[in-house]
């Protein structure tokens, strides 16, 4: 009779973090999205509690539609695989500029592009971004971070609009992009089999942080142009303590520069035709 006390007693520790810890999550919550698409402009935290899928092709499956607004899937999934790779809908995405948008802990499968806000001071972490055609996540607006992502296998539209770029991450402003991996981004290609590739992409970024991001298997097509982390039109970025193997393909870059007043500084580059290129760069670790 011991033994058995003993063990549904060790048991009933093993689960009650769980049950607690999912309890405190929903506990939290403003509201449920139950069904997609869906219109969110009610402040607060919205929280996924199932699976949720749309076929529709030119759509945001979630659509922030004000301030202050918390997406949280709570690791449920947020798919658009039945539009095909021809869709042009998104996962989450703002309707106008917003401040405050937090997305996390969404699993999300299918859509052209995954995660896409603009606006300024926005959270995206803890996120899994898995087939987006073009994008895994477009994030626009000073003070914005995307965090704790992993974006796999981008690339791959049909639309005729995306068949020449493909993109793990693409920021502008002053965005800070920190613990991210991101593999496997290869474009269509135009009718000639030519696309671009990039990892991670910034635009005019001033001063934000590029850090601790692991990047692999991006792959230009044709005569298209590769690169782990752009930096385009960008001024003193910090590129630090990245992790990024290529292919050894001709023409391909680590880190690229917008100026050369942008650092990369202690990262470890693996396979690119140059490692670095147009930064002020120290103690990075260069393998060909």
């Known amino acids: 009779m011991t033994h058995r006390f003993l063990a549904m007693l060790g048991l009933a520790v093993l689960l009650a973090p769980h049950a607690a810890q999912a309890a405190e999550s929903y506990d939290n919550c403003t509201g449920f999205i139950d069904s997609v698409p869906a219109t969110i402009s009610t402040q607060g935290v919205w929280c996924l509690r199932k699976d949720l899928s749309t076929g529709l092709t030119d759509v945001a499956a979630i659509t922030v539609a004000n301030n202050n607004i918390t997406i949280d899937c709570n690791g449920f999934k947020l798919g658009g695989l039945q539009a095909g790779t021809g869709t042009d809908s998104h996962g989450v995405s ?20 995954g995660i896409n806000l603009t606006g300024g001071g ?18 626009v607006g000073d003070g914005s971070v ?17 068949l020449t770029y493909a993109v793990g991450i693409a920021t502008a402003y002053d965005v800070d992009v920190i613990d991210n991996t991101v593999n496997g981004v290869v474009p269509t290609g135009d009718a000639g089999g030519n696309g671009n590739a990039s990892g991670i992409y910034t635009y005019l970024n001033q001063a934000g942080t ?9 792959a230009a097509t044709g ?20 992790t990024l193997n290529g292919s050894g393909r001709a023409g391909s870059t680590g880190v690229l520069c917008g100026t050369s007043v942008g650092a990369a500084v202690r990262n470890v580059v693996s396979g690119f035709d140059t490692a670095v290129a147009n ?9 060909p």
Not at 279 to 287: D, F, K, P, Q
């Open 94 to 113: 703002t309707s106008a500029d917003r401040q405050g948008v937090t997305v996390r802990r969404c699993n999300i499968r299918g859509f052209r592009v």
């Open 122 to 139: 926005h959270v995206v972490e803890d996120n899994t971004l898995n087939g987006m055609t073009f994008q895994g996540i477009n994030l």
């Open 146 to 162: 995307a965090r704790g992502n992993t974006v796999l296998t981008t690339g791959g539209s049909t639309h005729p609009t995306y």
């Open 210 to 218: 590029v850090s601790g991001n692991r990047v692999r298997g991006v």
């Open 223 to 242: 005569t298209g142009v590769e690169q782990a982390i752009r930096n385009q039109a960008s001024g003193r970025v910090t590129v630090v303590e990245n």
């Open 279 to 287: 930064c002020y760069g120290e103690a990075n670790v260069e393998i």
